[in-house]
């Protein structure tokens, strides 16, 4: 009989630690978050595995450049879905019944790869994982996560406090199994069912009892102008570049967030990384 936990997974090589952030890479844009995310993991000093689940979609040079760092490479295949629920969830059809007011989201954005993150619930080998958006990077250790509750996230706080009733899943604690797995395809695929933010909107609904995180924990871009009151950089464990992406070049915030992307870039290049103690808040309104 087929072990479950690896139907649709592909291992590369074994765990080597019980712990794992683990992130999502689906094309060569998320594929440069997630070198740049991993850079910052590593330099916490961590003992974690990092993870990298990838689709078919990225090049291999750039998983071989994950690789070559450290990352534990995983192939996943899609969720095995219905043929409605992936046609609910075309790029068009998501964007175009819940479009995004607040922000722009990127052309590389494709709704249903979120999904994939799923898998991660299919690593048993982990007694506990912490899932990383790939456009995100770690300020310091967050290990502590790890023994935090399943399932916890941080709210989907950068406009204003009233966002405290919906969880951002850029950044989450869970405990892989393969009966929970199993139990969120069941509930993902109702008839009908149309997840507005994909895999975020589902998570919250499978999940309604969720564990708040410290929003430190999952720093969205915008409170840097949206709420500047919240932001302290010594604080911050994960800042999480929602909406535009850093590395894109017609980036229509640029301006705004300039210390932020230059910062994601610092990781990226792992050269003059600044410390993150002596960085300037941003200023408040007058």
């Not at 409605?84 to 068009?92: G, I, L």
């Amino acid at each position: 009989m087929p072990d479950p936990s690896n139907e649709g997974v592909r291992r590369n090589a074994d765990a080597k630690a019980p712990f794992a952030f683990v992130t999502l890479v689906t094309n060569a844009d998320y594929a440069m978050g997630a070198l740049a995310l991993a850079r910052s993991i590593f330099l916490t000093g961590s003992p974690a595995d990092v993870v990298v689940l990838f689709t078919g979609g990225t090049p291999e040079e750039s998983l071989k450049q994950l690789e070559d760092i450290g990352c534990r490479m995983i192939g996943v295949d899609h969720l095995p879905l219905s043929d409605a629920f992936n046609a609910r969830h075309a790029r068009r059809e998501v964007h175009g019944n819940a479009p995004f007011t607040k922000g722009r989201k990127p052309d590389f954005h494709t709704p249903l790869d979120n999904f994939c993150k799923l898998r991660l619930w299919q690593l048993v080998e982990y007694h506990a994982v912490v899932f990383i958006d790939a456009d995100a990077i770690v300020l310091r250790n967050i290990d502590k996560l790890f023994f935090y509750p399943e399932f916890s996230a941080a709210p989907n706080v950068y406009e204003s406090l009233a966002d405290f009733h919906r969880l951002n899943s850029g950044v989450f604690v869970a405990r892989p199994d393969v009966a929970t797995f199993e139990a969120m395809l069941e509930a993902l695929d109702a008839p009908e069912a149309f997840w507005r933010r994909t895999d975020q909107t589902f998570l919250q609904t499978f999940f309604p009892d969720w564990h708040g995180l410290p929003v430190f924990m999952n720093m969205l871009q915008y409170v840097w102008f949206n709420m500047p009151d919240l932001w302290n950089w010594s604080d911050i464990g994960v800042l999480h570049f929602q909406y535009e992406k850093p590395w894109e070049e017609d980036h229509p915030r640029a301006e705004a967030l300039k210390p932020l992307i230059d910062l994601w870039w610092a990781y990226f290049d792992g050269e003059r990384i600044p410390d993150i103690a002596t960085l300037e808040n941003p200023k408040k309104p007058a």
